[in-house]
């Protein structure tokens, strides 16, 4: 069973930067994939972004040019860094975890942008 903590989140304003970090229990390294999703209050959960073992990367429409995902297997930690926010990335951000067998989910971040 791997764990998966967010933490990064906050209030910030439009135009504003914010660096999400998911830290696992276990190595990335058994991980397929892991992502980023996002669920606002009336919308349903989207992918925001991904990696996958072999470092591809994947990115919604709306983030690209503005958020990049990353990971350090070191820490077995995935980070987003998200730039020039705009209120509709209000959210709560989540982490995605994906064995062979097995998804995984962390409790959630919120990310707020609004003056």
């Known amino acids: 069973q791997v764990q998966l903590v967010e933490s990064g989140g906050g209030l910030v304003q439009p135009g504003g930067s914010l660096r999400l970090s998911c830290a696992a229990s276990?190595?990335?390294?058994?991980?397929?994939?892991m992502g980023w999703y996002r669920q606002g209050p009336e919308n349903q959960r989207e992918l925001v972004a991904s990696?996958?073992?072999?470092?591809?990367?994947n990115y919604a429409d709306s983030v690209k040019g503005r958020f990049t995902i990353s990971e350090d297997s070191a820490k077995n930690t995935v980070y987003l860094q998200m730039g020039s926010l705009k209120p509709e990335d209000t959210a709560v951000y989540y982490c995605?975890?994906?064995?062979?067998?097995?998804?995984?989910w962390g409790q959630g971040t919120q990310v707020t942008v609004s003056s």
């Open positions: 995605n975890a994906r064995s062979w067998l097995n998804t995984y």
């Open positions: 276990e190595s990335t390294r058994s991980l397929i994939n």
């Open positions: 990696i996958s073992s072999g470092g591809r990367t």
